[in-house]
Structures are given as structure tokens and as C-alpha cells.
């Protein structure tokens, strides 16, 4: 029953947001994210982080002030999105502000990653909140890189989530797993929406979705021995290796590193479909999000079987990092 609700509070608010934003021409991609033109024919909403941040409000369980958080969070993106928030460095300062008040209310922090040198390092308090700091700042501002074609953002957290309760439901975690099937759920109905390209998330929208599933993944890394902390690598390794490859390849480019561009992997990859099939915008746009997911949750899957092998799991990982970089190295020679 509670799936149910959450499925038809979700298409409500997204036709009565869509509505109200077109009419009024506010939050519209074009109008403040231009460099999502390459794949989008009209004025897209960027309605879907309003909708996860309404529904979470509404049937997430979990403590006021990290309720508040997330809020925050979200209002920093929300403001970026509105092009009032234009200085990057502004940006991170909050984003490190916020995620640090964060890990240390809620003490949720990394306490190994069977690196013996590296968890001495994780035994002091200032370096172990200085880490999960910096790998939750990648992990959103990864995601956010990701939201620029259709059902990518919110397919590759809906696939994370999937393993995510496969994980529970096979070692019975002792975590609220309730809230893994709300999260299941809109992005689930977000996912079908976002097909057809009727919202983007933007970084509001980005930075909340990932911050969150990232937070529950920090957790659920500490409740059972078994899970090998590269297990959470693997779920996590798209977003935060394209923050990474992204600044690295703009500082080589000598390009403003903050700045958006048209040079994402996924991007690439859309021009690439483009070439080569005859539909619409949406529609290849939708396919290169949906190809691009399918290739990460078979990945995730061989993660999940192999949940506890650390050399299996750091091969994966590995495996996808020169995958990733060949193939974007042969995009960019096709594109030229």
C-alpha cells in the first residue's frame, strides 16, 4: 500500500511542478543549464529533485537534524541551479560544511578499507572525517555530472538500490530496510518519468539522491564483516570516477575545472548514438542513460556475488576504470 501511495503522490507532483514551472518559466533547463541543449529539443523542468526531497520528507524515518541536513544540501544545489550560487569555490565550501556537520552528528564515518597503513590513519579522528568528507563531496558532484542525459542519474541509484536490498534481504542487515524501498520506489516511478524526459534532477536533485544513498552505504559497510568496503567502491565507482577523470582531464585541457562542458563520457556517447540511429532526441538521449546503466548493474551484480572477495572486487573496479577511459578516449577520436 505504502508503494502505492508514494507511485501516485509522485506523478502528481511532477504533473502539478512541471505545469507551474513551464508556465512560469523557472527551473527550466534552458534556461539556466544551456549546455544541456546537445540532447534536449525543448524546455525540460528540473522538477526531480523537488519530487525525492517532497516524498523522502514525507515516508523517510530517520533523525530531524539529519532531515535538516539533507534540506540544506539540497538548498545549496537548488540555489545553483537558479544561477545564484556562481562561485564554485562558495559551492564546495558548503557542500564540505554541510557533509561535515553531517558525519559528525551522525559519527557515520569509514573505519577500514584493509589498507593496514591507511586504517592507522583512519584511527585519527581529524582523518577519518577529512575522508568521508571528501569521498561523499566526489560522490555528489560526480552525480551531478552525470544528470545530462535522460534516466542516467536516477537508473544507476535505482540499480544501487536494487543490490542494496538484495544485500539486506541476504545477510538480514540490521538496518531500517523500509526506507530502501521508498528510496526503490521513486526512483523507480522517477526513472519511468525521466524516460520521457519530462524533468531533470539538477544539482539540487543530484547532490540530495546521492548523498543520501551514500550515506546509507557508509553504514551498511560497518553492520557485517562479510562486506568488503570495495564492495561499496564498486556500487560507487561511475559518479566518483567521473568527478575525478572530469577535473583531471579539464586541468590537461587547461579549461575551468568547475565549469559545465559537453565533453562527459556520457555525452560522448549520446553523439555517438546520434550518428548511428534515427529517432529523436529524447528517445537516444533515454538510451545512452539506459546503456550505460545496464552495463553498471551487471557489474553490480558480479559485485554483490562476490560481496566479501576484496582482490575480486579491486580487479572490477580496476577493470571498469580502463574500460572507461579507453572507451572515452575512442568517442572523443570519433567525434574529431
Same mark, same amino acid.
Given at each position: 500500500?505504502?508503494?502505492?501511495?508514494?507511485? +501516485? *503522490?509522485?506523478? &502528481? $507532483? !511532477?504533473?502539478?511542478?512541471n505545469?507551474?514551472? #513551464?508556465?512560469?518559466?523557472?527551473? =527550466?533547463?534552458?534556461k539556466?543549464?544551456?549546455h544541456?541543449?546537445?540532447?534536449?529539443?525543448?524546455s525540460?523542468?528540473v522538477s526531480?529533485?523537488?519530487?525525492?526531497?517532497?516524498?523522502t520528507?514525507?515516508?523517510?524515518?530517520?533523525?530531524?537534524?539529519f532531515?535538516?541536513?539533507?534540506?540544506?544540501?539540497?538548498?545549496?544545489?537548488?540555489?545553483?541551479?537558479?544561477?545564484?550560487?556562481?562561485?564554485?569555490?562558495?559551492?564546495?565550501?558548503?557542500?564540505?560544511?554541510?557533509i561535515?556537520?553531517?558525519?559528525?552528528?551522525?559519527?557515520?564515518?569509514?573505519?577500514?578499507?584493509?589498507?593496514p597503513?591507511?586504517?592507522?590513519?583512519?584511527?585519527?579522528?581529524?582523518?577519518?572525517?577529512?575522508?568521508?568528507?571528501?569521498?561523499?563531496?566526489?560522490?555528489?558532484?560526480?552525480?551531478?555530472?552525470?544528470?545530462?542525459?535522460?534516466?542516467? +542519474? *536516477?537508473?544507476? &541509484? $535505482? !540499480?544501487v538500490?536494487y543490490?542494496?536490498?538484495? #544485500?539486506?534481504?541476504k545477510?538480514? =542487515?540490521?538496518?531500517?530496510?523500509?526506507?530502501?524501498y521508498?528510496?526503490?520506489?521513486?526512483?523507480?516511478?522517477?526513472?519511468?518519468?525521466?524516460?520521457?524526459?519530462k524533468?531533470f534532477?539538477g544539482?539540487?536533485g543530484?547532490?540530495?539522491?546521492?548523498?543520501?544513498?551514500?550515506?546509507?552505504?557508509?553504514?551498511i559497510?560497518?553492520?557485517?564483516?562479510?562486506?568488503?568496503?570495495?564492495?561499496?567502491?564498486?556500487?560507487?565507482w561511475?559518479?566518483?570516477y567521473?568527478?575525478?577523470?572530469?577535473?583531471?582531464?579539464?586541468?590537461?585541457?587547461?579549461?575551468?575545472?568547475?565549469?559545465?562542458?559537453?565533453?562527459?563520457?556520457?555525452?560522448?556517447?549520446?553523439?555517438?548514438f546520434?550518428?548511428?540511429?534515427?529517432?529523436?532526441?529524447?528517445?537516444?538521449?533515454?538510451?545512452?542513460?539506459l546503456?550505460?546503466?545496464l552495463?553498471?548493474l +551487471? *557489474?553490480?551484480?558480479?559485485?554483490?556475488l562476490?560481496?566479501?572477495?576484496?582482490?575480486?572486487?579491486?580487479?572490477?573496479?580496476?577493470f571498469?576504470?580502463?574500460l572507461?577511459?579507453?572507451?572515452?578516449?575512442?568517442?572523443?577520436?570519433?567525434?574529431?
Amino acid at each position: 500500500m505504502l508503494e502505492i501511495d508514494i507511485i +501516485l *503522490i509522485s506523478i &502528481f $507532483l !511532477s504533473f502539478i511542478m512541471n505545469y507551474t514551472f #513551464l508556465r512560469y518559466n523557472f527551473f =527550466l533547463d534552458k534556461k539556466y543549464f544551456p549546455h544541456k541543449s546537445l540532447v534536449s529539443e525543448k524546455s525540460v523542468p528540473v522538477s526531480g529533485g523537488f519530487i525525492f526531497l517532497l516524498i523522502t520528507a514525507f515516508f523517510f524515518q530517520f533523525e530531524s537534524s539529519f532531515n535538516y541536513l539533507i534540506l540544506l544540501i539540497f538548498f545549496v544545489g537548488a540555489l545553483s541551479d537558479l544561477n545564484y550560487l556562481k562561485s564554485p569555490l562558495k559551492r564546495f565550501i558548503l557542500q564540505i560544511s554541510i557533509i561535515f556537520v553531517l558525519i559528525l552528528l551522525s559519527k557515520n564515518y569509514i573505519t577500514s578499507i584493509r589498507i593496514p597503513f591507511f586504517d592507522s590513519l583512519l584511527t585519527f579522528s581529524f582523518f577519518k572525517y577529512f575522508f568521508v568528507t571528501f569521498c561523499l563531496l566526489v560522490l555528489i558532484n560526480g552525480s551531478n555530472f552525470i544528470d545530462g542525459v535522460n534516466t542516467l +542519474l *536516477i537508473g544507476y &541509484f $535505482l !540499480s544501487v538500490t536494487y543490490i542494496i536490498l538484495l #544485500l539486506i534481504s541476504k545477510y538480514d =542487515l540490521n538496518i531500517d530496510i523500509q526506507n530502501f524501498y521508498v528510496l526503490f520506489t521513486v526512483l523507480l516511478t522517477l526513472l519511468i518519468i525521466n524516460f520521457f524526459e519530462k524533468f531533470f534532477c539538477g544539482d539540487g536533485g543530484s547532490y540530495i539522491i546521492s548523498l543520501l544513498i551514500g550515506f546509507y552505504l557508509i553504514q551498511i559497510s560497518k553492520l557485517d564483516p562479510i562486506i568488503s568496503p570495495y564492495f561499496i567502491a564498486c556500487l560507487l565507482w561511475y559518479p566518483a570516477y567521473e568527478c575525478l577523470f572530469s577535473m583531471v582531464r579539464k586541468k590537461i585541457q587547461k579549461s575551468e575545472v568547475s565549469g559545465p562542458d559537453q565533453k562527459h563520457f556520457h555525452q560522448l556517447l549520446f553523439i555517438f548514438f546520434s550518428k548511428h540511429m534515427k529517432f529523436k532526441r529524447w528517445i537516444i538521449s533515454s538510451l545512452t542513460g539506459l546503456s550505460i546503466n545496464l552495463y553498471n548493474l +551487471l *557489474i553490480f551484480f558480479i559485485a554483490y556475488l562476490n560481496v566479501s572477495q576484496t582482490k575480486i572486487l579491486i580487479s572490477l573496479i580496476f577493470f571498469n576504470l580502463v574500460l572507461y577511459t579507453l572507451t572515452y578516449i575512442s568517442l572523443r577520436k570519433i567525434k574529431i
